[in-house]
């Protein structure tokens, strides 16, 4: 189980400009990844969403990709749950598509970075444009 910021009651992320000179990842909407032990998943930007996001999570220096995997084993936390800092770049406020896969299952997700997302609440500061 992998938790994502996309209810209607949650607002979308905040951006804010990072300093790459690279347009493609000129804003970052940072969000901890939070994962419950004994969970494999894997995150994948779509084609049609390639040019408007990146994601990466972890630990040292996170770069910017379209596919992350995590396999995080049974017992690796005494809560039961692990948090990765990291989060989502964008060259432009959106509202994004992931496809989170588990279990051969897959479900496609909306997160608002910098804007909402249809129904979401706006980010509760102000993003950078």
């Known amino acids: 189980m992998v938790a994502l910021p996309t209810s209607s009651k949650a607002a979308a992320l905040q951006t804010s400009r990072g300093g790459d000179p690279d347009p493609a990842v000129r804003l ?7 994962i419950r032990a004994g969970t494999t998943f894997e995150l994948v930007v779509p084609d049609e969403a390639k040019d408007m996001v990146s994601i990466g999570w ?8 379209r596919r992350v995997t995590v396999s995080c084993p049974a017992g690796a936390s005494s809560s039961g749950w ?9 060259p432009r406020p959106a509202c994004v598509q992931l496809i989170v896969r ?13 804007t909402p997302c249809p129904g979401q609440l706006p980010p509760q500061g102000p993003s950078d444009q």
Do not use: D, M, N
């Open 82 to 90: 692990l948090a990765y800092p990291g989060g989502y770049w964008v």
């Open 28 to 34: 970052f909407a940072k969000t901890g990844l939070v």
């Open 58 to 65: 972890g630990v040292g220096p996170i770069k910017p990709s």
């Open 102 to 114: 588990t279990g051969g299952k897959e479900q496609r997700v909306h997160i608002g970075l910098g």
